[in-house]
């Protein structure tokens, strides 16, 4: 597994994770349930998506004949 596709799989990690906050929060029927959306759920997508796009950006380009 190369460095590229191991940044890749902790983004989708971080995403599935924040995903699943963003999901719980929607029905968890309490007023910290905002709290956890916002202090939880959306940095850790946030997270994932920049990791991504940092790891696009910062991996090698590599010549095909």
Not at 40 to 64: F, H, M, N, Q, R
Request: hydrophobic residues 55%.
């Amino acid at each position: 597994m190369t460095g590229l596709e191991r940044r890749i799989r902790w983004s989708g990690i971080l995403v599935t994770l924040g995903i699943v906050v963003l999901v719980g929060s929607l029905f968890w029927k309490h007023p910290l349930s905002f709290m956890s959306f916002l202090a939880v759920g959306c940095p850790l997508v946030i997270a994932g998506v920049l990791l991504y796009l940092y790891s696009l950006s910062a991996s090698k380009a590599v010549d095909e004949p």
